[in-house]
């Protein structure tokens, strides 16, 4: 077993598996000063925290001698709140769990149930899971070069950041109603089909965005105080990085090409065609790059998921499971199909008796346990669920990545200066809705 020199986190595991936990949490007064130090409080309410974070930091001078992420002030009780509704209601419990990301969220909790249920989703639904994950995925990296260029001093980058992201909240209000907190991806498919003029919506989206990440580039590449505020803070190589559990664009930034939709696929990404984006500086300003550059990846992917977009259901035949997608909508767009509700009310008791079941006590799922992760914005979210056969989850476990790799804000900070502290929060993404589940 070793131990991180930097931090002094413990090691656990064996040689090959060995991680690195840290985390403590800090509650008497009589040591925020001693000789030569001072503790303070970074939060947990305060501008750079991205909700509801407290850091509890050790300063000498200005120098920055320990970080002590402390948790639980924005706890939703997801995981629990899911092991009493059905596995369909369960997707609008998880979708709120990470503001920025809900469709990663839904993705992979339906994932884990169809593998629970030995189902894989119709090919129209899996391309237009694709879709949108990835238009998440460049929205909620908008927001975080949004928050991160304001939070060091570029004003304007807040302001185009929201601006783009917008555009793509104007396409998920169009296809599921909503801007955010969806519960489109339901197990066995979707809510709903597309509307007709789905992929213009997307390529109008993708028309423009190359022009405007160059100039946000050209915004920020050439901006000396940019590059001094990320260049060489909260430097995180890739050795201590794995040893952390840290994922996604922290990980890839330290050079290590590890990106779940190439190394696992799912939802059919193996027939996309795009690259990892990795850089070596393992810094703010690597995991600014590499940020960038899995937009543009993102929107080759959009591309090519909008030209070979299958026709066909967008849920499974299976009427113990297809609910409520079957259902259709009404001519004002909000209502159920009228066919549907006469067949239902009007034409077959046992189909009024079937509806009423499966609406008010779900479908029963075999009993076992799987694990299924995708690669979110912020790395590695995986969803260990488990069923002891029963139309509720039994368990419901969120590997969440801004909890992992929140783990490694201690070792990324030591020796640097306060105001550095920002900027390091800022690169490692969190959203708190996800850290307390």
């Not at 789905?198 to 920020?220: G, K, M, N, T, W």
Request: glycine share 10%.
């Amino acid at each position: 077993m070793s131990v991180d020199e930097r931090t002094g986190a413990a090691g656990y595991g064996g040689s090959d598996d060995e991680i690195w936990v840290s985390g403590a949490d800090w509650e008497v007064l009589e040591d925020a000063v001693t000789e030569g130090r001072l503790t303070v409080n970074v939060g947990p309410q305060h501008p750079s925290t991205h909700g509801v974070l407290r850091l509890v930091v050790e300063l000498e001078g200005e120098t920055v001698m320990s970080v002590e992420p402390v948790i639980g002030y924005l706890h939703t009780g997801i995981e629990k709140n899911t092991e009493y509704r059905t596995w369909t209601q369960g997707t609008t419990f998880v979708t709120r769990m990470d503001y920025l990301s809900p469709f990663f969220n839904e993705v992979a909790y339906c994932l884990a149930v169809e593998k629970l249920l030995g189902i894989d989703a119709p090919p129209r639904a899996q391309a237009v899971r694709v879709i949108m994950m990835e238009l998440n995925r460049i929205a909620s990296h908008l927001v975080w070069l949004a928050t991160g260029g304001f939070e060091l001093g570029a004003i304007s980058m807040m302001i185009y950041g929201f601006r783009e992201r917008e555009n793509i909240l104007d396409v998920f209000e169009a296809q599921t109603g909503l801007r955010m907190n969806h519960g489109y991806v339901r197990p066995g498919g979707l809510a709903a089909d597309v509307t007709a003029d789905f992929a213009q919506q997307c390529r109008d989206v993708i028309s423009y965005l190359p022009e405007r990440l160059a100039e946000y580039e050209d915004l920020l590449e050439q901006n000396p105080i940019f590059i001094h505020r990320t260049q060489d803070v909260g430097v995180l190589e890739a050795d201590d990085a794995i040893r952390y559990g840290v994922t996604g664009p922290l990980l890839r930034a330290a050079g290590a090409d590890w990106d779940l939709r190439k190394a696992q696929p799912y939802c059919g990404y193996e027939q996309y065609d795009f690259d990892v984006a990795t850089e070596t500086g393992a810094d703010t300003y690597a995991r600014f790059l590499v940020r960038m550059q899995e937009m543009r990846e993102s929107m080759r992917i959009i591309d090519q998921a909008v030209d070979a977009l299958p026709d066909g259901p967008v849920m499974v035949e299976d009427k113990k499971i297809a609910w409520p997608a079957q259902l259709g909508l009404g001519p004002d767009g909000i209502g159920n199909d009228p066919t549907y509700i006469r067949h239902i009310m009007g034409e077959s008791m046992e189909a009024l008796i079937h509806h009423f079941k499966l609406v008010t006590e779900g479908f029963a799922v075999p009993p076992g346990q799987v694990y299924v992760p995708v690669e979110s914005p912020r790395g590695e979210l995986g969803y260990h669920v488990v069923s002891n056969g029963t139309t509720k989850p039994y368990r419901v476990h969120v590997r969440d990545p801004s909890f992992v790799n929140l783990q490694s804000i201690d070792h990324m900070s030591r020796g640097h200066m306060v105001a550095d502290l920002i900027a390091i929060i800022a690169t490692l993404d969190p959203v708190m809705g996800g850290v307390d589940r």
